[in-house]
Nanobody, 113 residues
Framework: VQLQASGGGLVQAGGSLRLSCVTS????????MGWYRQAPGKQRELVAE???????NYADSVKGRFTISRDNGERMVTLQMSSLKPEDTAVYYC????????WGKGTQVTVSS
């Protein structure tokens, strides 16, 4: 199983980034997919998730700024991040869950003030 995340980087506050996670080795269409993040010294937290049925949930801190979507044909989940803030700085992890759960290796997002 592989969850390959990409798209992280350094951006100024107010800017945008798009994270992508391409999966292999799982039956993508039945998996609930999500993005988590972990900032230095903090616990990993849910950013956004989209279920196999398309139901979406966002952390309060990112509502109105981030958009999660999935492409079952491409076996991919994306996170469009806009109006980024320095507090969004973290390592972002792709997550898949259906009976078992899997994590990607993470991609660094750094937002400068």
């Amino acid at each position: 199983v592989q969850l390959q995340a990409s798209g992280g980087g350094l951006v100024q506050a107010g800017g945008s980034l798009r994270l992508s996670c391409v999966t292999s080795g799982i039956i993508f269409v039945v998996n609930d997919m999500g993005w988590y993040r972990q900032a230095p010294g903090k616990q990993r937290e849910l950013v956004a998730e989209i279920t196999s049925g398309g139901r979406i949930n966002y952390a309060d801190s990112v509502k109105g700024r981030f958009t999660i979507s999935r492409d079952n044909g491409e076996r991919m989940v994306t996170l469009q991040m806009s109006s980024l803030k320095p507090e969004d700085t973290a390592v972002y992890y792709c997550h898949a869950r259906y009976r078992l759960e899997y994590w990607g290796k993470g991609t660094q997002v750094t937002v400068s003030s």
